[in-house]
């Protein structure tokens, strides 16, 4: 009776943990994992998520340059949100999630969009290498 428990025990855990480890690289995610920890008290002066006053003007600065300044870092803002395996596209996606948290309405950079935070990103390093 008792291993049997513990069998329904394990398959009730793997089956549970299957679809939180396919929402683990979700961008609510990333932000909770990696971004939270300043966002969300606003440590160092980090626009804090839902801060629609702080957010405002960062938005206007459009997508491209907001997500490739954030991903070379920005005084005291870490390159990459400090986690340096932490690829473009779940950087941009973390970005979407605190814009649309803080009064807009982004989406997921399509190939063209991210095309140009790549070009972006490229042309900000060689700018703070000078
Ligand atoms: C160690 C603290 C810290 C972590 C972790 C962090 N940030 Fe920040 N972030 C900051 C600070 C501080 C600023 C404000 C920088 C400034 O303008 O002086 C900032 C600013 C930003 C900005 C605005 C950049 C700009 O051009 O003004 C974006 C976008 C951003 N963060 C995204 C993220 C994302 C996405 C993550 C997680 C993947 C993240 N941050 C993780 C501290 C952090």
């Not at 855990?13 to 300043?38: D, G, H, Q, R």
């Not at 002066?45 to 920005?74: C, M, N, R, S």
Request: proline share 5%; charged share 20%; hydrophobic share 40%.
């Amino acid at each position: 009776m008792k291993s049997y428990t513990l069998t329904y025990l394990f398959i009730f855990v793997s089956l549970i943990s299957l679809p939180t480890s396919a929402w683990a690289s979700s961008a609510e995610n990333t932000y909770k994992t990696v971004c939270a920890v300043c966002h969300t008290a606003g440590v160092a002066g980090a626009p804090k998520l839902g801060d629609k006053t702080k957010w405002a003007p960062l938005i206007k600065e459009g997508q491209v340059q907001l997500t490739a300044h954030g991903y070379v870092g920005v005084r005291g803002m870490p390159a990459k949100g400090g986690k340096p395996d932490l690829g473009v596209q779940d950087f941009a996606a973390s970005v979407v999630y605190m814009v649309n948290q803080s009064g807009g309405s982004w989406q997921n950079p399509d190939a063209s969009t991210l095309k140009k935070i790549d070009a972006e990103i490229i042309r900000r390093q060689a700018q703070l290498r000078k």
